[in-house]
């Protein structure tokens, strides 16, 4: 058995029996990343140098027996969204292909307080606008289940990693999706927690309404130990919620009996894949069986939830990325004049993906269009609010596909990207509510690629969401198969 | 067309952005489609509906004006393209 290969909560047992220690619990991580990387490419930087220093201090902490929590000592990998101090930044962006962050954001603050070894930056979608991965300025991440497939988006260096075993656990950010989607393809778990339920400062902004930080990790146990190291309030985000922080993890151990799922019928719709709808329809019986009340309910606006969020979302990201203008930091172009320099320096910088969402948002916000687009997206956002506020008086969470389809094949959705946005149809509207959801695996295909089955719950009740995870891990095995590489 | 050539190069002036001919026909279809689908929205009527821009109860979230974080100056220069010294130097403005 390898170190590598194990989660949070087994090896925080053996760490703190000394069994083992975190300096060769990292070494046996980076020993891992450097056997599978060339052919993954789940990492853009690594922090060798780093992560064994903080490795040696978790083991002197761990050798003072002083109180700690979970993550003590545990290799960590970050999404190359999160600023991080001293290392670079990129966000998977030749305009940020030199950014060293002056500081740390608010959860890698959180995550180097409680110990946890940070032992990379991972791939992504440059500024997480993608489902596959393959819109990085730098690499396409492979899926670990099959090299020639998209380890899905935005975050899907981090899904790639945490199920390739190249870190214990990760750190991803979800837009309309980008947690969920990536940990579906990839067979793990991941979790978007409510909107404002962990800070976003220190996260490169792409659409700030709907960006949310969440843990992806090997089971929904580590989920939960993750969210608890990272959630609550932080005066540095004004969105962030000033509500206190349930114990997750001890609020696993209580039995979902009696509550209500509800299956809502535009998520099991023609087109999607048979065997995905099969597998998770499968799932929902496990669920019955263990006590859960299965319920039919309707979200009526769902088929308007992808052009309502590419209308926000493009236009908060027309707004976010204004920013990148070659003036203070990041890659600047020369050129004759001032407007020249931001132009080209904008043209060379960016990729052809986030141009295209910084078109799509610009004319949606421009004059004449605004009212068409944007504020018509708005009043849309409110009426899929509704239909959420609504299903959920008749039951406690929503069981949903995470993804209409498995992970499709490297190339095959870049030349239309209308086809690669509808990848996130049913992750969306979450965001759009700004409700917390969690994928987890329930299923192979016939090709031996993981499904997803999401869990949706009512704001700020992620503690039920991942009571439901557990009761449907425990009843089956699917989280424990591994992809061979 | 929900977009002509004419608004692609418009708003890519306005958003700092420039194209190449090719790249401008092929975003004007790939806009096109893209707007065309969005379209699906008409189809709500939305008439009594007031728009959500965000789904938090956002207030002002005043605090004093304090210096909180400590002086790091030169590794914020050191992400400058271009410095003098402590100053970071940018193309001329005033002509």
């Known amino acids: ?485 | 067309m929900a977009i002509t050539k004419q608004d692609v190069r418009h708003v890519a002036e306005l958003a700092r952005l420039e194209f190449t001919p090719e790249e401008e026909d092929r975003l004007t279809e790939q806009l096109d489609k893209i707007l065309r689908y969005m379209e699906k929205l008409n189809g709500l009527d939305t008439e009594a509906v007031e728009p959500l821009a965000h789904v938090g109860d956002i207030v002002n979230a005043f605090r004093e004006d304090r210096v909180t974080n400590q002086a790091a100056m030169e590794p914020l220069l050191a992400n400058a393209p271009d410095r003098e010294g402590n100053l970071i130097k940018v193309p001329k403005i005033i002509e």
């Open chain 1, 1 to 485: 058995m390898n170190l590598y290969s194990l989660t949070i909560h087994e090896l925080g047992e053996k760490l703190r029996r000394k069994e083992v220690s975190s300096t060769e619990l990292t070494e046996s991580v980076l020993k891992r990343i450097e056997d599978t990387d060339e052919r993954l490419h789940s990492y853009i930087t690594l922090c060798r140098e780093s992560a064994l220093a903080e490795a040696n201090t978790a083991d002197a902490r761990l050798r003072a027996n002083g109180p700690h929590g979970p993550l003590l000592g545990i290799p960590i990998a970050l999404k190359d969204i999160f600023v991080t101090q001293g290392i670079r930044t990129t966000c998977a962006s030749r305009i940020l292909d030199n950014f060293v962050p002056p500081y740390d954001g608010t959860v890698v603050k959180k995550l180097k307080q409680s110990g946890a070894v940070i032992v990379g930056k991972t791939n992504m979608d440059e500024f997480a606008m993608g489902s596959s991965t393959e819109n990085s300025s730098f690499a396409t991440t492979r899926n670990p289940w099959n090299t020639d497939c998209v380890p899905g988006g935005s975050s899907g260096g981090s899904a790639a990693a945490v199920a390739a075993d190249q870190c214990i656990a990760s750190l991803g950010t979800d837009t309309g999706g980008s947690i969920r989607q990536p940990s579906a393809c990839c067979g793990i778990v991941g979790l978007k927690p409510t909107y404002g339920r962990v800070s976003r400062f220190g996260v490169i902004a792409f659409a700030s309404s709907l960006d949310q930080v969440g843990p992806m990790t090997k089971d929904v146990t580590d989920c939960a130990l993750l969210l608890e190291a990272i959630a609550g309030f932080d005066p540095s985000d004004s969105t962030s919620l000033n509500v206190p922080v349930p114990s997750y993890a001890a609020d696993l151990k209580k039995a979902p009996k009696g509550l209500r799922v509800g299956i809502p019928r535009e998520y099991f719709i023609p087109g999607i894949q048979p065997e995905v709808d099969k597998s998770v329809r499968e799932a929902i019986q496990v669920l019955a069986k263990g006590g859960i009340e299965v319920v039919e309910i309707s979200l009526p606006h769902t088929e308007y939830a992808v052009p309502a969020y590419y209308i926000i979302a493009t236009a908060e990201a027309s707004s976010n990325l204004a920013r990148y203008d070659g003036m203070k930091y990041g890659y600047r172009h020369p050129a004759v004049d001032l407007t020249q320099t931001y132009t080209k320096t904008r043209e060379h910088g960016f990729g052809p993906e986030v141009k295209r969402r910084i078109m799509l948002g610009t004319y949606a916000l421009s004059s004449g269009y605004y009212e068409a687009y944007y504020l018509k997206a708005q009043k849309v956002r409110r009426l899929i609010k509704k239909d959420f506020d609504e299903a959920f008086q008749k039951c406690d969470v929503l069981v949903t596909p995470t993804a209409p389809t498995t992970a499709f094949k490297i190339g095959e959705k870049t030349a239309d990207p209308l086809q690669m946005y509808l990848s996130d149809i049913f992750t969306i509207s979450t965001n759009l509510a700004g409700l917390p959801a969690l994928s987890l695996p329930c299923g192979f295909d016939s090709r031996g690629l993981p499904i997803g089955m999401q869990i949706i719950g009512k704001p700020l009740d992620e503690s039920t969401i991942l009571q439901v995870a557990c009761a449907y891990e425990q009843a089956t095995d699917r989280h424990k198969k591994k992809p061979e590489l």
